[in-house]
Nanobody, 122 residues
Framework: QVHVVESGGGLVQAGGSLRLSCAAS????????MGWFRQAPGKEREFVAT????????YYADSVNGRFTIYRANAENTVYLQMNRLKPEDTAVYYC???????????????WGQGTQVTVSS
């Protein structure tokens, strides 16, 4: 069992930045890949970014590529999502999840956090 907790969401103006954090516990953090997903009201959950166990491999959704950066600190059992040049369409609940590999399909993730709200005002 892995316990996942996100933090760092909030309200920001368009063009601003936020950094989300995700702490995972219950197993060796470096054993697994981590992913970020988001879900806006009335929309399906969508992939944002993922990172493999040692941080060497990352993948991003086209909509965030070049603006968001995922990275991890295994010594802190934490993965981060640095979000720059935020847009109103980035508004959503952001979820962190655990998987065995850096995958883009949310069905491949085993453990999820409760989510953190990000709101970008225009």
């Amino acid at each position: 069992q892995v316990h996942v907790v996100e933090s760092g969401g909030g309200l920001v103006q368009a063009g601003g930045s936020l950094r989300l954090s995700c702490a995972a516990s219950g197993r060796a953090f470096s054993d697994y890949a981590m992913g970020w997903f988001r879900q806006a009201p009335g929309k399906e959950r969508e992939f944002v970014a993922t990172i493999n166990w040692n941080g060497v491999t990352t993948y991003y959704a086209d909509s965030v590529n070049g603006r968001f950066t995922i990275y991890r600190a295994n010594a802190e059992n934490t993965v981060y999502l640095q979000m720059n040049r935020l847009k109103p369409e980035d508004t959503a609940v952001y979820y962190c999840a655990v998987s065995t590999a850096p995958l883009k399909n949310w069905n491949e993730y085993d453990y999820w956090g409760q989510g953190t709200q990000v709101t970008v005002s225009s």
